[in-house]
T-cell receptor
Framework: GAVVSQHPSRVICKSGTSVKIECRSL??????MFWYRQFPKQSLMLMAT?????????EQGVEKDKFLINHASLTLSTLTVTSAHPEDSSFYIC??????????FGPGTRLTVL | AQKVTQAQTEISVVEKEDVTLDCVYE???????LFWYKQPPSGELVFLIR??????QNEISGRYSWNFQKSTSSFNFTITASQVVDSAVYFC????????????FGEGTQLTVNP
């Protein structure tokens, strides 16, 4: 399967600050990546589809100005949580679509906002 | 709209027991893909299997087997002779074809295998 990395694996920040999470496709040039959010003991919810060289497509109810996505290269997509608040604390996980109709997931980033 | 239902929230078994995780899906598409992913306590989702809607053959991989039945819109997952390392949350998911489509996940089933 595809090798996908995320950085950082854990981050703790103060309320009001911004946090950037990186998702890298290590062995595949990905035109499409996905960002999911998972609250404790819940399922994964798709936040947005990240498209290389163009604007991300956000799911209904996800604030695009709060969750900034940049897919500047075929191996890197970033998610920036702007002005983070405690309710943004969650597990953020990205995935890479290898055009084989299967998404491979990164190890996730646990965000805690104090 | 697509929907995936995993009615079993938690299952607890004793090692070496067989266990079946249920998955029922809804979609209006005639072409779609079904998936199972495993999420151990570390959090990373591990891909287990993909099935397309035109392939109803059951599949076996070691201790894992999958039963896909379009007539009942089900895609059940059986672990034979369960082991403690099988303890994880298992997610069933659905996507439209072609590739690049969003995944719709079920709520997940927490499987605990006790020694």
């Amino acid at each position: 399967g595809a090798v996908v990395s995320q950085h950082p694996s854990r981050v703790i920040c103060k309320s009001g600050t911004s946090v950037k999470i990186e998702c890298r496709s290590l062995d595949f040039q990905a035109t499409t990546m996905f960002w999911y959010r998972q609250f404790p003991k819940q399922s994964l919810m798709l936040m947005a589809t990240s498209n290389e060289g163009s604007k991300a497509t956000y799911e209904q109810g996800v604030e695009k100005d709060k969750f900034l996505i940049n897919h500047a290269s075929l191996t890197l997509s970033t998610l920036t949580v702007t002005s983070a608040h405690p309710e943004d604390s969650s597990f953020y996980i990205c995935s890479v679509d290898r055009s084989t109709d299967t998404q491979y997931f990164g190890p996730g980033t646990r965000l805690t906002v104090l | 709209a697509q929907k995936v239902t995993q009615a079993q929230t938690e299952i607890s078994v004793v090692e070496k027991e067989d266990v079946t995780l249920d998955c029922v899906y809804e979609t209006r598409d005639t072409t779609y893909y079904l998936f199972w992913y495993k999420q151990p306590p570390s959090g990373e989702l591990v891909f287990l299997i993909r099935r397309n809607s035109f392939d109803e053959q059951n599949e076996i991989s070691g201790r894992y087997s999958w039963n896909f039945q379009k007539s009942t819109s089900s895609f059940n997952f059986t672990i034979t002779a369960s082991q403690v390392v099988d303890s994880a949350v298992y997610f069933c998911a659905l996507s439209e074809a072609p590739s690049g489509s969003r995944l719709t996940f079920g709520e997940g089933t927490q499987l605990t295998v006790n020694p």
